[in-house]
């Protein structure tokens, strides 16, 4: 489904990915762990395209076609989700007028009819109840004032109301009490754990994958990948630290 080739990217035109290879098949979940630095967030953003991140060599296909050559707009329309690690706050704009846009520019990509407003409610109120979420945040400017574990909680309401293809979470787990990692967790199983979507869940921690239980583990180390295993290889980074075990 998603597969990496080669991956190098600069970041100010200092190299951060450095030949990254990984291959993400439909149906399963593939955790990223790795200390601080490593090219975490980074790979997320040029999955993503963000500006500033460049390519500078490698390959991103999901489902075969060519993701770097999409526009960040196409990514998303082509069932790409990111949640980030740090959500950006977006004064002005309530979640909910940024969600049903967000919905609708990809549905209209997909030659698929809009919701209307009252099918949109519908679907936010169903999905943000799924969260243990009032609805009623979700009228408020997107991530102004919400607390580390709200924001996140809000990105799967996001997730749910989307229902991408394919989801690079990024620290998902960052914020949240043991209570909210519960409801994430079980979110996550909820909307992407299907034969026809995928996960790339990059985690500093094993809490999050007792509850989202990753087919695969990888360790990215200075932009490369440089342990892959079973669940079993988080059970032994936290035991013995990267430096250790990586
Ligand atoms: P991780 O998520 O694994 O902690 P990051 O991808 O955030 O790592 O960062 C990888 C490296 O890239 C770090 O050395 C960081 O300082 C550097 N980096 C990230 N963003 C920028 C930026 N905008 N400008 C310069 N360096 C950056
Ligand atoms: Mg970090
Ligand atoms: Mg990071």
């Known amino acids: 489904m998603l597969n ?56 991103v296909t999901l489902d075969g076609a060519d993701l770097l050559a999409q526009e960040p707009h196409e990514r998303a329309a082509s069932g790409l989700f990111l949640g980030f690690q740090y959500p950006v706050e977006i004064p002005g704009v309530s979640s909910m007028q940024f969600i049903r ?47 580390g574990g709200e924001k996140k909680r809000a990105e799967m ?10 989801a690079v979470l990024d620290e998902t787990d960052s914020g949240l009490d043991i209570d909210a990692l519960r409801i994430v967790g079980a979110g996550i199983n909820r909307i992407m754990r299907a034969p026809d979507r995928g996960v790339l869940l990059i985690t500093h921690y094993q809490r999050l994958l007792d509850y989202v239980q990753p087919n695969r583990v990888h360790v990215l180390t200075a932009g490369q990948i440089t342990r892959s295993g079973g669940p079993e290889l988080a059970h032994e980074l936290e035991r013995g630290g990267y430096a250790e075990v990586a």
């Open 4 to 59: 990496i080739t080669d991956l190098h990217a600069t970041v100010a035109d200092k190299p951060i990915l450095n030949g990254l290879t990984l291959s993400v098949p439909a149906g399963e979940v593939h955790a990223i762990m790795g200390p601080n630095g490593a090219g975490k967030s980074t790979l997320a953003y040029v999955l993503g395209g963000r500006p500033g991140y460049e390519v500078t060599a490698g390959s």
């Open 101 to 147: 846009e967000s919905l609708n520019a990809q549905r209209r990509a997909r030659g698929e009819a809009e919701l209307s407003g009252a099918e949109f409610i519908r679907l936010a109120k169903a999905e943000a109840g799924e969260l243990g979420m009032d609805v009623e945040m979700l009228k408020r400017p997107v991530n102004v004032g919400f607390s």
């Open 157 to 166: 309401v996001q997730m749910g109301i989307m229902r991408p293809r394919f």
